[in-house]
């Protein structure tokens, strides 16, 4: 972890995902690991961006699995990233996260993977809300049941 | 929603998830609504717990999902609820959740549906964490990883 006291907002990494790497399901790695430490390194020239790995986020069919926070933001989970195909996107939708204010990502500024691979969303806490984006909600969670 | 502030965790409720009542999937419902008014009903008398209604929690293909949160709690989100079956379940694990301290209800206390349903969970933000439960983490990540 960055461990800074800055952060506004935070980068889950689960680690504990595994990747099955043969058809008998005996060989996987965890490819979470990968994704934790190219994003400490990328994203550490933002004290605003918290970096941390995590022990199971339960979505373990769609690995890896990867979750934005932060105090009245909303949170957004997303899986089936890999280090391989996905650092840039998942660095670019981080810096993205941060700057929307409130958590929400206007839609075309969403690398592929994070509007094919939303698992879940969830408000802020009751009272916590930062002032809404730009974009609408109501045009979001359109696109966003469209798209899962 | 309860409207108090003296809320400790929420217990989001998705009231736009469809679930197709017919094989022409023409015909649906919003399982959602009727579990919000329920929960606002039966945990009236917990000013600790809050229930809102959320305008899509993005798990469109588990409906109706919920989620239970709360400042220095870990996260659930739970699908695959319905009306018809879950009220109980839905009602005592919130309760369990708020009594844990921390989010994380032992699993023996768990109901089924919240043991088989569960589609994401994610850490308290850094810093805000509260102590741990008497179950140690690991037993309870390796029982939720077996589930999923």
């Known amino acids: 972890m960055s461990g800074n006291d800055k952060a506004e907002v935070t980068l889950f990494v689960c680690t504990s995902c595994r990747r099955t790497l043969d058809e008998t399901e005996t060989l996987f790695d ?3 690991e990968a994704i934790h430490a190219a994003m400490e390194a990328r994203l550490a020239d933002e004290p605003a961006i918290r970096v941390e790995a995590v ?5 373990c069919k ?10 009245g933001f909303w949170t957004y989970l ?3 990233l890999t280090a391989e195909a996905n650092l ?8 993205a996260y941060l ?4 958590g929400i990502i206007p839609w075309r500024e969403r690398p592929v993977s994070f509007r094919k691979g939303v698992v879940a969303r969830m408000p802020p806490l ?4 930062r002032p809404a984006a730009a ?10 049941a469209a798209a899962s």
């Open 135 to 144: 974009t609408p909600n109501s045009t979001i969670r359109n696109k966003e």
């Open 126 to 129: 009751p009272g916590r809300a």
């Open 55 to 59: 022990d199971c986020l339960a979505v």
């Open 88 to 95: 840039d996107e998942i660095e670019a939708a981080t810096r």
């Open 78 to 80: 997303v899986g089936d």
């Open 99 to 102: 700057a929307s204010g409130n």
């Open 62 to 71: 769609r690995p890896a699995t990867v979750a934005l926070s932060g105090d």
């Open 30 to 32: 965890h490819p979470g």
